[in-house]
């Protein structure tokens, strides 16, 4: 199983950008599917989460702006930006939680600046 992120790029403040994350292989019997992201100097930080039976988190920082979700017959988790800041420019990861096995995806850039 790998995951593929893909849906960075550069856009304006306040504009938007939907990330993807593909899964390989069978996508059943995730407990959960994640998006992380890491800036420059900083350390890597959780950003939304989506469980089996759907419940979904946000950080604080993101609460009312992002918005994840999934479609189970693409195996593929959703990450939609709206209102970017430029503090939301990061590296941004997909992680997938099955049983005791943590996976990560390749990294996918979003810069946000005028």
């Known amino acids: 199983v790998q995951l593929q992120a893909s849906g960075g790029g550069l856009v304006q403040p306040g504009g938007s950008l939907r990330l993807s994350c593909a899964v390989s292989?069978?996508?059943?019997?995730?407990?959960?599917m994640s998006w992380y992201r890491q800036a420059p100097g900083k350390e890597r930080e959780w950003v939304a989460r989506i469980y089996g039976g759907g419940t979904t988190g946000y950080a604080d920082s993101v609460a009312g702006r992002f918005s994840i979700s999934r479609d189970i017959a693409r195996n593929t988790v959703y990450l939609q930006m709206n209102s970017l800041k430029p503090e939301d420019t990061a590296v941004y990861y997909c992680?997938?939680?099955?049983?005791?096995?943590?996976?990560w995806g390749q990294g996918t850039q979003v810069t946000v600046s005028s």
């Open positions: 292989g069978s996508g059943r019997g995730f407990k959960s």
């Open positions: 992680q997938a939680v099955r049983g005791i096995t943590i996976l």
